[in-house]
Nanobody
Framework: QVQLVESGGGLVQPGGSLRLSCAAS????????VAWFRQAPGKEREGVSC????????NYEGSVKGRFTISRDNAKNTVYLQMHNLKPEDTAVYYC???????????????????WGQGTQVTVSS
């Protein structure tokens, strides 16, 4: 059974850091593009970052460049999103997703992804 499980969310002060994890079961993350998305109340889901399967190239949404880092641990079948210098506008539910069509390069469009985790809440507030 294909499953993605996110963890690591929580409440953090502005300027703080969090690391989100996305653990997969039923398939191998290294073979597919994986992305992190977020959705704040009243807003559309937006792509935050993604990592490609073969060359591990990455892509970031403009507002998180230089603050967030996506990585993959093949041995643990897990993708991470390290977030630094968090801002109140980063507050959202964060989801990881996998694209089983297996394109070579990842994208940040939600419609490209067919398997999703349940989400983890990130709240940045003082």
């Amino acid at each position: 059974q294909v499953q993605l499980v996110e963890s690591g969310g929580g409440l953090v002060q502005p300027g703080g850091s969090l690391r989100l994890s996305c653990a997969a079961s039923g398939f191998t993350l290294a073979y597919v593009p994986v992305a992190w998305f977020r959705q704040a109340p009243g807003k559309e889901r937006e792509g935050v970052s993604c990592i490609s399967p073969r060359d591990s190239s990455t892509n970031y949404e403009g507002s998180v460049k230089g603050r967030f880092t996506i990585s993959r641990d093949n041995a643990k079948n897990t993708v991470y999103l390290q977030m630094h210098n968090l801002k109140p506008e980063d507050t959202a539910v964060y989801y990881c997703a996998a694209d089983m069509a297996r394109p070579a390069i990842c994208g940040l469009g939600p419609m490209e992804y067919d398997y999703w985790g349940q989400g983890t809440q990130v709240t940045v507030s003082s």
